[in-house]
T-cell receptor, first 111, second 115 residues
Framework: EDQVTQSPEALRLQEGESSSLNCSYTVSGLRGLFWYRQDPGKGPEFLFT???AGEEKEKERLKATLTKKESFLHITAPKPEDSATYLC????????????FGKGTSLLVTP | GAVVSQHPSRVICKSGTSVKIECRSL??????MFWYRQFPKKSLMLMATSNEGSKATYEQGVEKDKFLINHASLTLSTLTVTSAHPEDSSFYICSARDFGTDTQYFGPGTRLTVL
């Protein structure tokens, strides 16, 4: 059975204080690993897709990396507007195109 | 990025009534759409996969007679909550798969409150 575990559950950072969020996964065959950002009361916003170990993608202050067992979302010099819940999801090649989500990391960046 | 809309964004209804939620992909065609449910401070739970022109595939434990899904075109899927009860109150979110990028884009969600 596919499993996605995100840590920490919550993270509080000072503005400019870099950190990383972790997503550990177990899947029979990885089709893709997805990162989304979700603001309260809104739908998830797509950030990145990673397909194979060693792959990295960047967007502004965010950088996502992938190994065979986990993915990291690195946040460099965060700003208060980066505060949100970050969701990781895996797509199992044996389960069609459905996404299996982790519980998310709630990030708060204070000025 | 691709845009997915949902309507309505918020609905309040009486127990026993039915509610229809629309999900549209605005700038791409989606042969596959998904419906999720999210409880407060919880992650997204997949309810069903909606395929254009065919029957939806429901996840284990989801009542197909209560949550009717129709995917009549490449840009529209609907979820009808039939005979709604207070325990159906939740945040319902749809997503649409962009075949070209193999990415799921999510709608803004619909907050359903059943009194």
């Amino acid at each position: 059975e596919d499993q996605v575990t995100q840590s920490p559950e919550a993270l509080r950072l000072q503005e400019g204080e870099s950190s990383s969020l972790n997503c550990s996964y177990t899947v029979s065959g990885l089709r893709g690993l997805f990162w989304y950002r979700q603001d309260p009361g809104k739908g998830p916003e797509f950030l990145f897709t990673l397909y194979s170990a060693g792959e990295e993608k960047e967007k502004e202050r965010l950088k996502a990396t992938l190994t065979k067992k986990e993915s990291f979302l690195h946040i460099t010099a965060p700003k208060p507007e980066d505060s949100a819940t970050y969701l990781c999801a895996v797509q199992d090649s044996n389960s069609g195109y459905a996404l299996n989500f982790g519980k998310g990391t709630s990030l708060l960046v204070t000025p | 990025g691709a845009v997915v809309s949902q309507h309505p964004s918020r609905v309040i209804c009486k127990s026993g009534t039915s509610v229809k939620i629309e999900c549209r992909s605005l700038d791409f065609q989606a042969t596959t759409m998904f419906w999720y449910r999210q409880f407060p401070k919880k992650s997204l739970m997949l309810m069903a996969t909606s395929n254009e022109g065919s029957k939806a595939t429901y996840e284990q434990g989801v009542e197909k007679d209560k949550f009717l899904i129709n995917h009549a075109s490449l840009t529209l899927s609907t979820l009808t909550v039939t005979s709604a009860h207070p325990e159906d109150s939740s945040f319902y979110i749809c997503s649409a798969r962009d075949f070209g990028t193999d990415t799921q884009y999510f709608g803004p969600g619909t907050r359903l409150t059943v009194l």
